[in-house]
């Protein structure tokens, strides 16, 4: 029993991490537009983030939800290619940008 309720805990730290990602990713983006980083290096930030949050992804693979994060890294991995988002969590801000 014990162990079932730490590998729940571990699933709650996971999704506290991807939206830590996803946070930092809208900061960078936010940055980058206002002109003090590059657009380079707001691509390398980005393609980092979307490795990590992969690797979280796979991570929570593992924990009892492993249905939820397939989905979650099945989500992530389709919106990273068509539209180049970090988390799923990011398509909100890039649709408040085409408002």
């Known amino acids: 029993m014990q162990a079932r309720l730490k590998l729940v805990t571990q699933s709650q730290h996971f999704l ?8 930092v990713a ?20 980005a393609r980092a983030l979307i ?3 992969g690797a979280i992804a796979v991570a929570g693979l593992w924990t009892p939800q492993r249905l939820a994060w397939a989905g979650y890294l099945a989500a992530s991995a ?3 290619v068509l539209i180049g988002a970090v988390t799923p969590w990011s398509v909100i801000g890039i649709a408040g940008l085409l408002r």
């Open 78 to 80: 389709v919106l990273a």
């Open 51 to 53: 490795l990590l949050n």
């Open 16 to 23: 506290i991490a991807v939206l830590s990602v996803a946070l």
């Open 26 to 45: 809208e900061i960078s983006f936010v940055v980058e537009k206002m002109g003090w980083q590059s657009f380079a290096q707001a691509v390398l930030i």
